[in-house]
């Protein structure tokens, strides 16, 4: 008896991967084990999982909070394209346009903490750890894409 194909959006070996998740921070678990089952897929170190992991947690935060205002059944959508040495992470959202990376300054260490502004710190935390890091809009939706560099 032949095997029945798996939905699109299962993982299933290296390569290209997406799914869609709604703007709820209760989704953050369901797209953790997403990035975690592809990660082991394709033979990812459990480091560079996790590291991929922080930043996308970090990007479908800002998009929940800042963009939606809160939660909402908008779509976040992940492709992950996974090949020897690298993971490029297309990250897509509908809030209204914003360029996390515009503002990315690197904080004043000489400032004391109350000194310094609240917020910024996430994006330069994926600024930092990724690399190729771009930002457009098209079809209503912002696009974030960035590769993650691992051996």
Partial sequence: MPSADPPSDAPSSP???SR???ARLAALAELSAFIEEVSGLAGVARPVG???????????????????????????RLVLGVEPGRIALTYEDTAPPHDPFTRVTRP???????DRPVGGLGVLLVAAMATDVA??????????????RHS
């Fill in 15 to 17: 390569g290209l991967h």
């Fill in 50 to 76: 996790l590291r991929l992991t922080l930043l996308v947690e970090e990007l479908f935060t800002n998009t929940v909070v800042h963009g939606h205002l809160g939660d909402c059944d908008e779509p976040v």
């Fill in 108 to 114: 004043d260490d000489a400032a004391t903490v109350e």
């Fill in 20 to 22: 869609v998740f709604p």
């Fill in 135 to 148: 930002y457009s809009r098209a079809d209503g939706q912002n696009q974030i894409r960035l590769v993650i």
